[in-house]
């Protein structure tokens, strides 16, 4: 019985602690995605083990401003669960969405990025150029 207090009041350390670096990166840096990761089950394909893979489909990729985008991930392998991030590069707000939709209101080229970890702790990360006119 001493065991099982002993877990939680770990886990409660734990999470404690995890909330309390995420508030301290943000306090130091406002544009800070800690913490934006978030726990996304994918499908069981099978690929369980294998080297943790992102990739991106944008579409559109290119057009005028504001430019409606639907980003879609795929990631294979690794250890589930997986988390994942997406940044748009034009400085808005990271996204934790699967396949979020984001709109480009000004001209310029942009890198989008899709950043997913597993519960292993490994990384894979991938991206897709924008060109809004």
Known sequence: MIYGRIAIVSALFLSALIVSTQEEARAEDPRSNVGALEEKRLPDTGEVGKELEAKVHAEPSTGKAPLAVQFHAHVTGGT??????????????????????????????????????????????????????
Not at 108 to 118: F, L, N
């Open 80 to 133: 589930p669960p997986v988390t994942l991030g997406w940044t748009f590069g034009d400085g808005s707000d990271p996204s934790t969405k699967g396949d979020p939709l984001h709109t480009y209101e000004k001209a310029g080229v942009y890198r989008a990025q899709i950043d997913v970890k597993d519960s292993t702790g490994d990384t894979s990360n991938h991206w897709v150029e924008i060109t809004v006119e």
